[in-house]
């Protein structure tokens, strides 16, 4: 089968036209490198032009990044790949004929967590609509966090059946997952190891080539698809895990009446040979497309795949009880909020919340998942006001902004009872506590910070009540 792929390959050549499936966080950046590459001809960038997220076309092809978060270096390297002509972005699907290569970032995430079902609908219409317009010799990669077994599974059964071609003799497939975080995507790209997986030899080698020319620092680790997948799901699992271990101590920090933050100093210095200290930090929840989900992607894998496991039995998986952690966080969020308004003799019931970040990472505009509409949805169903502010969301074209969004800071500090840090914004570290509390018209209102940036000693000189995640140490000020 691979010696007539190769000869396809040899006869098609070099890579030079690529197509890029998906105009979000993992498309755009990968797409405007692609184009930068010097014998790269062009890059189509493909986008449904839906009611939702069409008005990105034009956007791309003005050269300007719809991606409102911090991203360095990116407006300025779609400027000049639309400028020299070597990017474009379409709805015209029609134009993956074209191309000797086409990725595919497209967002697959869970119907319900409890029966591990993924939402694959999105990718699948992907897949179909390369499928349709495959030509033997193309490469055809996954960059999605997908279920171990999808690439040599499901996706070649919808391409090949699309396409009436054979995947690994007509046409090339592999999975090559994206590995970025919001904020610095373009330097995730070039900088971070590249895992490239075929499902055969030949589509491992092509697939090789089309990502080799894009690094700058990383290097190309090949593979087999579902050894790639694994890879994938894996890492952001274990990332969730560090997150929900430190978690779970500030917890217990906060019961012992101690700072998490000196024992987190302590334990990371601890440094030397064959020492892994890994400790991360905590905060109000995780969010995000990725670590949300992608447990759940390895743990479907194991089902999906077949194989017998042997675990301890009655136990539940280390990996969804870490999860369980992180879902818990913006639970505590509010015990925190409904706390220090105890303390000044309210209650949820009535009182107006100021809730601070909608973006699950500081200084983005990146929403999805965000561990602020589980406190929010939970304040709400207790009787709460809450106002919702984040000066990087736009309310206008975010999907995952929530009614009433404000940009308005002092607007909805105004009258609040409680004020709720849930994003470490650099417009919430500067917080002037004096003129906040001047803003909450109370004397006596209560600050919840999940993400340490504010001072706790500076606040409850000004009159605040302060708890903060992982702060035993200062969570049991008492009104004076």
Known sequence: MTENLATLIGKRGP????????????????AALFADVPHFEHVYGFQRDSASSGYKINMLNRGESPLKGEEP?????????????????????????????????????????????PDFTPL?????????????GMLVVLESTITPGTTAGMAREILEGESGLVAGKDFALAHAPERVMVGRLLRNIREHDRIV????????????????????????????????????????????LQIA???????YCEAMGINVYDVRAGVASLKGEGITRAILWPGAGVGGHCLTKDTYHLERGVQVLGGELDFPAGRESLYTLARGINDFMPEHMLRLTESGLAQVGKTLKGSKIALLGWAFINDSDDARNTPAEPFRDAALAAGAEVRVH?????????????????????GVLSGADAVVVFAGHKEYRGLVPAEVRRLCGYERPVIVDGRNIVDPDAFVAAGFIYKGIGRGDKNTYSVT
């Not at 790949?81 to 709805?91: H, I, L, M």
């Not at 699948?124 to 033997?136: A, D, F, K, S, Y």
């Not at 984040?390 to 002092?410: E, H, N, Q, Y």
């Open 390 to 410: 984040d000066p990087w969301v736009d309310p206008a074209t975010s999907p995952d902004a929530p009614p009433g969004l404000s940009r308005d800071l002092a």
């Open 197 to 240: 997986g075929g499902i055969d030899e030949v589509s491992t080698a092509r697939a090789v080539e089309l990502y080799s020319p894009v690094l700058t620092a990383g290097t190309v680790i090949p593979m087999t698809a579902t050894a790639a997948e694994v890879t994938k799901t894996a890492e952001n699992t274990f990332r969730d």
């Open 15 to 30: 890579i030079r036209t690529i197509g890029v499936i998906g105009m979000g966080y993992v498309g755009i950046p990968a």
């Open 124 to 136: 699948i219409e992907g897949l179909r609509n390369v499928g349709r317009h495959l030509t033997p």
């Open 245 to 251: 271990a430190v978690n779970q101590l500030a917890l």
């Open 73 to 117: 270096g990116l407006e300025e390297l779609l400027g000049k790949v639309v400028g020299a002509g070597k990017f474009s972005c379409t709805a015209d699907f029609s134009k993956i004929a074209e191309c000797d290569a086409v990725t595919l970032a497209i967002q697959t995430p869970f119907k319900d967590k409890k029966d591990l079902l």
